[in-house]
């Protein structure tokens, strides 16, 4: 059996109540995630064994995360403890034509602090066969981009699949480094790479022909990335696949949703889904890697369904309140079928 690592950050999720603004709200929702562990949840879901490599403090707050991560089938034996805080973020989820909003509060985190050497990753990858990072955990620190570096490589060296979600988060990088700067040495070293038109964009200047992320109108042309990922692939020559992910906006309780995928030779598209009440947008993207991997590994040969299980899981991510996508292969391959009923299983 395959078996996955996945690193980075894993927050408190404070989350006002229903639609309230953080002005009306008198209480917070407290929950878990973080970009890299909602993809191990995902995993563990649906029957991968997978791992999640962090550093946190050694309080009860930490340890109730950890609780929560095992709960789901998360393997967290290789979790570092150390350091004075967990991260904080605070959401207020929008409706309609006001966007949702987040505030951070995780500066001086434990894993903020990780520095090289800290992971033995020779034998966290011992036996495993893919690892994964998102392109948060080096926006941290200068310490949390070397650790990851340091990850990559000897992911490689032990010979792992190396994929990456570009995930650029514009006020996370603080320290005085800026990601085009940083992240072509790590995306060197991935065989997979997923992103969005802004990722492409904000980290490596490469933007899709004739395409504004602001005017969709919930239409967008699979098409028009395709020359995205043929610049990725040239920029990136170690990436076997690159995949991005195609959200059209007509507000923020209504998207439409797909994806392509591209192995170098031809570009695969999506089903296409048309999200109408959306619960809670939140680990979309991240429930979508968990998909694809899951994909990649289960659906060897076959991209294109790899690629349809990912949107369709990331689809029913829309539907779950909190980070982690709470759904089931069946569940997943039933949409995929084609029954997006709801109606109640008996």
Known sequence: ????????????????????????????????GGGEANVAVSLANYGIPVDFVTR????????ACLMELQKHGVGT?????????????FLETGAVARASKVIYDRSRSSIAEIEPGMVDW???FAG???????????????????ACLEAIRAARAAGLTVSCDLNYRKNLWKYGEKAPDVMPALVEGCDVILGNEEDAEMVFGIKPE?????A??????AAAFESVCRQLMTRFPAAKKVIITLRGSINANHNTWGGVLYDGQRLHESARYDITHIVDRVGGGDSFMGGLIYGLLTYAGDDLKALNFAVAASCLKHTIYG????????????LMKGDASGRVSR
């Open 1 to 32: 059996m395959n078996r996955v690592v996945t690193f980075g950050e894993i927050m408190l999720r404070l989350a006002t109540p229903g639609y309230l603004r953080f002005s009306q709200a008198k209480e917070f929702t407290a929950t878990f």
């Open 56 to 63: 946190v403090p050694d309080n009860d707050i930490a340890r």
């Open 77 to 89: 034996s290789r979790v570092l403890r150390g350091g004075e805080r967990l991260g904080i973020y």
């Open 122 to 124: 020779q034998e966290v």
């Open 128 to 146: 495993a066969s893919w690892f994964h990072w998102t392109g948060i955990t080096p926006a941290l620190s200068r310490g949390a981009a070397d």
């Open 210 to 214: 004739g395409f504004d992320a602001t």
């Open 216 to 221: 969709t109108g919930g239409e967008v042309r």
């Open 323 to 334: 980070d982690f996508n709470l759904v089931t292969v069946d569940e997943v391959e039933k």
